[in-house]
């Protein structure tokens, strides 16, 4: 239940000012889409790039796990940050990587900020050009790469250039600058949306005293963060946002407990005690993954060492069968030569006693 599509997860670093300095506070407004791509403005910003375009899908070819861009320029550089959902970088580890369109690479050693699933860094925007005649992006680190798709990136820009004209051309209090949300009791607040959305349409077992605690506790943070609220609904909205409804007795009771916290602990409290079960579950999961490697990497041992142990088992039948069979075949040759031998001797006798007896009276 703690976890977020990328596109989202993204869009909040965003939204709260935690990636970047160009991404700071205030409400998103959809500018327009273009061929699977989003073109945003954040009304919080003012100046000619106030505007960031975005994209993401599920990678078929890797167990559906999503993939997101999201591009934003700022005076002569390009701010570009790639989501995949199975990285797990730590808060804002520094990472290199080469990045390529394509299969041109353009920066052989491209610093990166990493965190959690996301990683970003600034381009010059010379690079434009490319990416918007490229299909792929392609990052290469030490031990492995990783590629995103940007199709229709060429009309996007487009529609980028001309969400940055219109929102620089419009007058500057429209673009005037909003508070900087409380990023915990965000958090809590997206988790409440969540659970009144998967209470409402999945087959979960919850109380009427559950569901009126949640509403009221939404709504109280929904009143905190109107400013931003148009933000967050057209954001839960989207298809793919909320988790799957629970699959298994396992996934039921994670919405259980969730939804008891949830009602039981204030918004903070709620946020540290979500973000620690789900550190828990990583952790069991991790841990379960290592035993399943070491038990399967033993197994596969046992099985080397039971091959290699038949193997000269095997080979040290065939060597005693091959040297039973030359023995009794060397045997066999013995008997087969002596008795030639004898019966030729038998025969060389023979005439000898026969003339010994008709020389006899």
């Known amino acids: 239940m703690s976890k977020r599509p990328l596109l989202a997860t993204i869009t909040l670093a965003f939204v709260c000012g935690g990636l970047s300095a160009p991404a700071q506070a205030g409400e998103r407004k959809l500018f327009e889409n273009v061929r699977g791509w989003e073109i945003e403005r954040n009304l919080g910003q003012t100046g000619r790039n106030t505007c960031q375009m975005s994209y993401s899908y599920r990678d078929k070819d890797d167990n559906n796990a999503e993939n997101a861009i999201v591009l934003s320029l700022d005076e002569g550089k390009v701010n570009l940050v790639l989501g995949y959902a199975n990285w797990t970088w730590d808060k804002d580890e520094a990472v290199k990587a080469s990045f390529s369109i394509d299969k041109q690479v353009i920066f052989a050693k491209q610093g990166w900020t990493g965190e959690a699933n996301l990683l970003w860094s600034q381009l010059p925007d010379s690079v434009l050009p490319k990416l918007v005649k490229g299909k792929q992006i392609v ?3 030490d031990d492995g790469a990783a590629d995103f798709s940007i199709p229709g990136f060429a009309d996007a820009y487009d529609g980028l250039k001309r969400c940055n004209t219109a929102a620089s051309s419009a007058p500057q ?3 005037a600058p909003a508070e900087k949300p409380n990023q ?7 988790m409440g949306l969540i659970l009144q959305k998967t209470a409402a349409s999945c ?3 919850t109380t009427a005293p559950q ?3 949640v509403d009221a506790k939404v709504a109280t943070l929904r009143t905190e963060f109107a400013a931003i609220d148009g933000a967050v609904q057209d954001q839960i909205k989207k298809p793919g946002w909320t988790p799957d409804c629970p699959k298994d007795t ?3 009771a994670t919405f259980d407990t969730e939804l008891k916290s949830y009602v039981d602990l204030g918004p903070e409290e709620y946020v540290a005690a979500a973000d620690k079960r789900s550190a828990e579950r990583e952790a069991t999961k991790k841990a379960a993954a290592e035993a ?3 038990a399967d990497l033993e197994a596969k041992m046992r099985a080397d060492i039971e091959t290699k142990m038949r193997a000269e088992a095997e080979a040290k039948s065939k060597a005693e069968a091959d040297a039973k069979a030359r023995a009794e075949m060397e045997a066999r040759i013995r008997a087969e030569v002596e008795a030639k031998l004898k019966a030729e001797a038998e025969a060389k006798a023979a005439p000898k006693v026969e003339a010994g007896a008709e020389s006899k009276p």
Not at 184 to 190: D, G, S
């Open 139 to 141: 990052l290469k680190f």
């Open 173 to 175: 209090a429209l673009a």
């Open 184 to 190: 915990i009791r965000l958090q809590a607040y997206f």
């Open 203 to 205: 087959a979960v077992s």
């Open 211 to 213: 569901r009126a605690a």
């Open 250 to 252: 396992g996934d039921a």
């Open 292 to 294: 399943q490697a070491k």
